[in-house]
């Protein structure tokens, strides 16, 4: 039995610099980005980009994918919402943002091709009701990712630390945008492995949130055609 990405034809949406740990992350990559990293961090308006369509998605157990063209790609484990097309929030599963920190790094601008491609984003295992999460507040996140059988990193956060409420991310996503079969709905990270870390093809990468389980998935670099 293989079970695949919860989700049909919604689109997958993320949000950015919503923890400390990613805006002092993302400010030490790129030189160009600066103090611009930090006025986004504290603006009334969120970071919100477009991540994936449902073919870019994978399910617990399958392989996510390293660009060719990177040198530093990491894991970004978040808390995912479930939204109806009338933006209520029906559940929470378990996201995996993967990016090339060296492009985005590079400028800014590139966040799309950094972000955005085949095998990007994980989500899973389950969808549990929001009726039957623990208190959001409370909830941790955790990140271990394996390698040659030991652990190569591991760290945890808790969506307390997070610097904007999940109501508020839902109102500015849903301003201008109509989303007819729901929307996926990534809520940023917390947790960001050191600058001299990147995922390798063979790693193994576990994220576990409380009331949810823990999404895991190989890693691969190259084409998902190869």
Not at 13 to 22: F, K, Q
Not at 26 to 32: L, P, V
Not at 160 to 169: G, I, N
Not at 189 to 198: H, K, L, N, R
Request: hydrophobic share 40%.
């Amino acid at each position: 039995v293989r079970l695949c990405a919860p989700l049909d034809a919604q689109e997958v949406w993320g949000a950015g610099l919503t923890y400390e740990r990613s805006k002092v992350a993302r400010h030490g990559e790129s030189e160009q980005g600066g103090s611009f990293y930090e006025r986004v961090y504290r603006a009334e308006r969120p970071e919100l980009f477009f991540k994936a369509t449902p073919s870019r998605v994978v399910g617990p157990g399958q392989p996510v994918r390293v660009r060719r063209d990177t040198r530093w790609c990491v894991p970004e484990p978040e808390l995912a919402l479930v939204l109806s097309p009338a933006l209520r929030l029906v559940g929470f599963t378990i996201g995996n943002d993967v990016s090339a920190r060296d492009i985005e790094g590079e400028n800014p601008l590139y966040l799309p091709q950094a972000k955005v491609y085949d095998a990007s984003c994980a989500l899973g295992p389950v969808i549990t009701l929001a009726s039957a999460m623990p208190p959001v507040g409370t909830l941790a996140i955790r990140l271990e990712i394996e390698r040659d059988g030991a652990i190569a990193f591991e760290g945890e956060t808790s969506v307390a630390r997070m610097a904007r409420s999940l109501d508020d991310l839902i109102d500015w996503l849903g301003r201008d945008n109509l989303f007819p079969h729901g929307v996926i709905l990534l809520t940023g990270t917390g947790i960001v492995p050191p600058d001299a870390f990147c995922l390798r093809p063979g790693d193994l990468v576990r994220i576990t949130i409380d009331g949810i389980g823990t999404l895991s998935n190989p890693v691969i670099q190259g084409s998902p055609l190869a």
